[in-house]
C-alpha cells in the first residue's frame, strides 16, 4: 500500500497474515501477524511487503 494521507478518517490495520513494515508518520515500524496499526486522520502512513507471502490484513475506517 504505497503511503498516503486521509483528510477525515482513521484507519485501523489488524494483521492476518505476513510481515511487513509500516510507515506511520516519520517512524517505520515492523508489523507481524496480530500486530495492530493505527493510523491518525492527516497522517501519512504506507505498507511495505517485506515476507514471502502476501500480507493479509483487516481494516477498519473510522469518520471523525
Same mark, same amino acid.
Given at each position: 500500500?504505497? @503511503?498516503? %494521507? $486521509?483528510?477525515?478518517?482513521?484507519? &485501523?490495520?489488524?494483521?492476518?497474515?505476513?510481515?511487513?513494515?509500516? +510507515? *506511520?508518520? !516519520? @517512524?517505520? %515500524? $515492523?508489523?507481524?501477524?496480530?500486530? &495492530?496499526?493505527?493510523?491518525?486522520?492527516?497522517?501519512?502512513?504506507? +505498507? *511495505?511487503? !517485506?515476507?514471502? %507471502?502476501?500480507?493479509?490484513?483487516?481494516?477498519?475506517?473510522?469518520?471523525?
Amino acid at each position: 500500500i504505497g @503511503e498516503h %494521507i $486521509h483528510g477525515d478518517n482513521e484507519e &485501523i490495520y489488524f494483521f492476518i497474515e505476513g510481515c511487513g513494515t509500516m +510507515l *506511520i508518520g !516519520n @517512524e517505520k %515500524i $515492523h508489523v507481524s501477524e496480530g500486530d &495492530i496499526a493505527v493510523n491518525s486522520f492527516q497522517e501519512s502512513h504506507g +505498507l *511495505i511487503n !517485506n515476507g514471502n %507471502i502476501p500480507i493479509k490484513i483487516l481494516i477498519f475506517q473510522v469518520n471523525n
